[in-house]
């Protein structure tokens, strides 16, 4: 996907600002506020529709039903997001908290932002926000971590073995690099807030020497498969009309089939971008496949239409892909 229309750079900004206000007026906040806030920023200044964001999503790799707080599929014409939220602060009660796992929480958030997926159109975001406690722990030079807290906006730090092998048991304990040798962060913002916070957003990457494990977990049925199961299993579909017709934003249709709604024509897509062998899916009216569409509203009203249960989970990937499955078996039977 060479051009993606969400500028994350000013997203942040916005995210920024909005949770200055909540900061401003001495509004309680816990870290689930904060997802709250990222979640109204998307929405408010239309970075993403509500009904692009997944929140509370199932960690497609990780047993036990793992989730992030945050996940957007990329489309298209944008870049997807997975973000994780982690908001320390000192206890009311004034003693100290348990520092050294509070940090080894975030290298293992950092972890599990990479093993999410592969797909360089997916954006990996860690939010982090503290108070003084943090602050100071990570000053530390001998907890030997303010190379990461202090880490530049647009530098890089390499997280490998070398790198965690000199830090503390307690710190290492709570880790989890799910297969994963390596990793880069790279400080995309940071800020003060009021009552001494600080706020900082790190995106996550695979180095490119780097090969994603092949997890095999199948505890995630619920979510969009986006792992290379789904690529076997449309080829072995039945009646699938493949296409070599490359597109003005670089798309390959993988399939179409057709159907009408309210007596109009439309066309349910599936279809791969150059460079990517993920599936994505869309509804596009028939005759004039320009003009912007809800594909998500048009798909939930046809699949209702045959009296077809919408979950919650069904977003427009899975809504989709379940009208060309309902279609193919139309065709069969």
């Known amino acids: 996907m060479e051009s993606h229309s969400i500028k994350h750079e000013n997203l942040a900004v916005d995210f920024y600002n909005l949770l200055k206000e909540r900061f401003d007026n001495n509004v309680y906040t816990t870290e689930r506020n904060v997802t709250y806030t990222f979640f109204a920023t998307m929405v408010m200044f239309d970075y993403y529709k509500p009904h692009e964001i997944l929140l509370e999503y199932n960690h497609p790799n990780i047993k036990g039903y793992k989730k992030v707080d945050t996940y957007i599929e990329p489309n298209y014409n944008k870049n997807g997001l997975v973000m994780e939220c982690k908001y320390d602060r000192k206890m009311p009660s004034g003693h100290n ?22 797909d360089e159109n997916v954006v990996k975001w860690l939010i982090y926000l ?26 890089i730090l390499i997280i490998d ?52 494990p092949d997890y095999n977990v199948d505890n995630n049925r619920s979510n969009i498969d986006i792992k290379h199961r789904e690529n076997a299993s449309i080829k072995k579909s039945f009646q699938i009309k493949y296409s070599n017709i490359s597109h003005s934003q670089g798309e390959t249709i993988v399939k179409d089939m057709e ?61 989709v892909k379940k009208i060309i499955d309902v279609l193919e078996q139309k065709d069969r039977g």
């Open 259 to 319: 159907f009408i709604y309210d007596n109009k024509k439309y066309i349910a897509r599936a279809y791969k971008l150059e460079n990517n062998s993920h599936i994505y899916y869309k509804i596009l009216l028939k005759g004039d496949e320009n003009q912007n569409i809800n594909s998500m509203d048009i798909a939930r009203k046809y699949l209702r239409s045959f009296g077809i249960q919408i979950t919650p989970d069904m977003n427009t990937h899975r809504t």
């Open 161 to 212: 073995d070398e790198y965690l092998k000199n830090k503390s048991q307690t710190f290492n304990g709570g880790i989890d690099t799910n297969g994963i040798s390596k990793i880069n962060i790279k400080c995309i913002f940071q800020n003060d807030l009021p009552n001494n916070h600080k706020i900082k957003i790190y995106e996550v990457k695979i180095p490119n020497d780097v090969v994603l």
């Open 130 to 155: 503290t108070d003084e406690e943090m602050v100071n722990y990570f000053n530390n030079v001998e907890n030997k971590l303010n190379d990461f807290f202090n880490l530049a906006t647009g530098a």
């Open 97 to 118: 908290s348990p520092r050294p796992q509070k940090a080894g929480k975030i290298f293992n958030d950092f972890f599990r932002l990479a093993s999410f997926t592969n």
